[in-house]
């Protein structure tokens, strides 16, 4: 008795229809579909248009005034860092004034100075009362904690592995430093004011300890500044170039993942 055949596992027998052997028995269950995402971009406001104004009108100005009190400061420079008889440093050496040309302009430096002093006034009385009306203050004063959280970002930009407080518009260390730099301001002037009429000005040049005094705040107050500058623009290269792009456009580009259907699931639908 011939044992009939049996076909091994998986393998159609012989005399099986080829045309049946290529379609299986049962479909195959339907792929799941894959979810992919794709990146949007979205403009978001970041600096408003007073904001970018009073900046990019008070940096050119401050630095002009800058130079041009260099160029004042040339005619008489005192000021010096040192130990009793032992000056450590000067401000300036003679080369920073040949190297930079401030030297004998002093005419030139007292006519520009007190030009671009108003400007700079009036510019910041501006700035001041825009961010008092607008509301935007609260976003610049430092709170409580902000000086705590202002040495945490102190580290954490020196690169220690420290992490970074949460921050609104303006981080810790920001709102301390943009509050500073406002305050300067006001000093500035009324230093200046206090040194460019003595003596019609005599109460407000008193109030500051004298003539001298005054003068000596004022110069003091130029080196915050510089010191500023340097910091800052540290910091906005550090940032990177969409940072300064939003000062300049006042948007920031935000990407955001939004998930794509592929079309087979959609057409199911």
């Known amino acids: ?131 008092i009306v607008s509301g935007e203050w609260r976003e610049l004063m430092p709170e409580a904690k902000s000086f705590r959280e202002a040495a945490l970002v102190a580290l954490h930009d020196m690169g220690f592995k420290v992490p970074m407080p949460p921050q609104g518009r303006y981080n810790a260390a920001q709102r301390i430093s943009y509050t500073a ?20 000005l005599h109460w407000l040049t008193a109030a500051l300890g004298g003539y001298e005094w005054a003068r000596f705040e004022h110069f003091w107050l130029t080196m915050g500044y510089v010191a500023f500058f340097l910091v800052h623009i540290g910091q906005v290269i550090r940032a990177g170039w969409a940072n300064f792009r939003s000062m300049v456009t006042g948007y920031d580009l935000v990407e955001a993942p939004q998930p794509e259907m592929p079309e087979e699931s959609v057409h199911a639908e």
């Open 1 to 131: 008795m011939d044992n009939p055949e049996v076909p091994l596992a998986g393998l159609p027998p012989d005399n099986a229809d080829p045309a049946e052997a290529e379609t299986p028995s049962s479909p195959l269950p339907p792929a799941s579909p894959l979810c992919t995402f794709a990146l949007t971009v979205s403009l978001e406001e970041k600096h408003k248009f007073a904001t970018r104004w009073y900046h990019w009108v008070n940096f050119p100005i401050l630095s002009a005034m800058i130079f041009s009190g260099m160029l004042i400061y040339w005619a008489y420079d005192p000021y010096r860092i040192g130990i009793g008889s032992v000056t450590l440093f000067h401000f300036f050496p003679d080369w920073f004034y040949n190297t930079t040309g401030v030297n004998a302009q002093l005419a030139r430096g007292m006519a520009l100075h007190f030009a671009l002093a108003w400007i700079f006034a009036l510019n910041g009385i501006a700035y001041v009362i825009y961010t």
């Open 181 to 200: 730099i406002v305050v300067m301001g006001g000093c500035s002037l009324i230093t200046g004011l206090a040194i460019y009429k003595p003596a019609q």
